[in-house]
């Protein structure tokens, strides 16, 4: 029997997942595909019961005849749930014909694993490539060399979907996260509370009104979504910045701080020191996305860009021009973020509002640049 072992938190399992198995039973001419789901793996801390992301699975499987659930991990109840310890099983289970698949993220990081040279002995690995190709080709040839290993790359149009940004939609009530799995999975999540409220929601309800609470949540999901793709950005961290970029924009006691500075802009202050000593956020890179997401700054980070975007193109915001823009941020992080400089300059300038100091020295820098 020829088969291909797929393994994962999947945690949910989505879209994304089923192409990749679809097109590997076709591709490969595989008779049987195994997907094995994690139990307890070293690289992450899983909240998620295990049972219910079997579920899950099978929900999306509907007993397709090609593919195998193993539950082989839950079974076994190890303490860390290797690679290399349970692809010697499943290969005594169900013989020497198989491939381990991946993705493309997976064999960049193959070389971390915990003896690779074991995996890539015990079996030809399939990599499933997305974007950084050169990144993929280094690793592969890195394996190949190292472990020995038989490696095909193998093209399907995916894109960078991760299951932490489906998780962190469902945590802020956001029903865009049905656009990413199937109508049963979501369903199912939904009715069992599976990925619940997100912790900070509880008090961030106290702290500001209705309307910055909604505004805050529609930050918080088109932060998110113009994230995602992005290999290289921290979901948490956007999800956190956008939450909270608000926190204190009623807030009274901290502005005797920051005299001088408009109404209109000294909430991104407040908010960044509310955001540190009421939510315990101690991460400058977070902090540092709040305090300036009205104004913007110079040398802004990708973090910073996406939050200063979404705070001026959540769903709610309806000005003219809107769509356009969000149409260029779902692109282009970096040019969205000036065009949305320049238009609020000169928007205050026709309407001759005092305009920010430092949203002045932005605009001159990034034009500069």
Not at 242 to 255: E, F, G, P, R
Request: aromatic share 10%; proline share 4%; charged share 25%.
């Amino acid at each position: 029997m020829k088969y291909g072992i797929f393994g994962g938190t999947f945690d949910p399992f989505h879209n994304e997942h089923l192409k990749i198995i679809e097109n590997a039973i076709i591709n490969l001419k595989l008779d049987k595909l195994i997907i094995v789901p994690s139990y307890n793996p070293p690289h992450k801390k899983i909240a998620t019961d295990f049972k219910k992301r079997v579920d899950i699975i099978n929900l999306y499987i509907d007993n397709n005849p090609k593919v195998i659930v193993d539950e082989i991990e839950n079974e076994l109840k190890l303490s860390e749930s290797y690679t290399y310890l349970i692809l010697e099983k499943l290969i005594n289970k169900y013989g020497n014909n198989g491939c381990f698949i991946m993705g493309g993220d997976s064999l960049v990081d193959f070389k971390d694993w915990m003896h690779p040279d074991a995996i890539a002995k015990r079996t030809p690995i399939i990599v499933y490539s997305r974007d950084n190709m050169q990144n993929m080709l280094n690793a592969k040839r890195f394996a190949e060399k190292n472990f020995n290993a038989t490696i095909q790359l193998l093209s399907l149009p995916l894109c960078n979907l991760s299951s932490t940004f489906i998780r962190l939609l469902f945590e802020i009530g956001s029903t865009k996260a049905a656009k990413y799995i199937s109508r049963k999975a979501y369903d199912y999540i939904v009715n069992n509370n599976i990925y619940g409220e997100h912790k900070m929601l509880e008090v961030l309800k106290m702290e500001v009104n209705n309307k910055t609470f909604m505004h805050s949540l529609n930050t918080a999901e088109c932060a998110l979504e113009l994230a995602w793709r992005n290999p290289n950005i921290n979901l948490n961290d956007v999800l956190i910045a956008a939450l909270l970029h608000d926190c204190a924009k009623k807030d009274i006691i901290l502005k005797p701080r920051y005299s001088g500075v408009s109404e209109a802009v000294v909430h991104q202050y407040t908010s960044a020191d509310k955001a540190a000593v009421l939510f315990g956020v101690s991460k400058p890179l977070i902090l540092d996305a709040i305090r300036y997401h009205t104004t913007g700054k110079p040398h802004m980070t990708m973090l910073g860009k996406i939050v200063y975007i979404a705070d001026k193109i959540e769903p709610s915001r309806t000005y003219e021009g809107v769509e356009g823009l969000r149409a260029y941020a779902e692109h282009d992080i970096d040019n969205a973020f000036l065009k949305i400089l320049e238009q609020s300059f000169e928007h205050a300038t026709k309407k001759a509002e005092r305009v920010d100091i430092l949203t002045e020295i932005t605009l001159l820098w990034y034009n500069a640049t």
